[in-house]
């Protein structure tokens, strides 16, 4: 069974900076997509930041210079860095990865939260 697990959430002050990690219990050479989206409590999960198998990413509006998203393909593993953080950016993360064979795969989240 193939699993996303995400590490590196907490409580930050605003202005603060956090680094997600999500390690994949498999090569990333299996997925065509991968990357980070975030939920509040009552709105929809909204898609953060997005590797695609081209080589090209996006970002939020939101989070466009703020955040930045990397990979380790050796470790498997995607990170995101958000830097200037703002309470607006309080959220579950949730670690994302598609691909033909596998579909599309979740982790459990990690809660972020930002004070203000």
């Known amino acids: 069974q193939v699993q996303l697990v995400e590490s590196g959430g907490g409580l930050v002050q605003a202005g603060g900076s956090l680094r997600l990690s999500c390690a994949a219990s498999?090569?990333?050479?299996?997925?065509?997509?991968m990357g980070w989206y975030r939920q509040v409590p009552g709105k929809q999960r909204e898609m953060v930041a997005l590797?695609?198998?081209?080589?090209?990413?996006n970002y939020a509006d939101s989070v466009k210079g703020r955040f930045a998203i990397s990979r380790d393909d050796a470790k498997n593993t995607v990170y995101l860095e958000m830097n200037s953080l703002k309470p607006e950016d309080t959220a579950v993360y949730y670690c994302?990865?598609?691909?033909?064979?596998?579909?599309?795969?979740w982790g459990q989240g990690t809660q972020v939260t930002v004070s203000s």
């Open positions: 590797f695609h198998s081209g080589g090209s990413t």
């Open positions: 498999v090569s990333f050479f299996g997925f065509n997509a």
């Open positions: 994302y990865a598609t691909g033909t064979f596998y579909g599309a795969l």
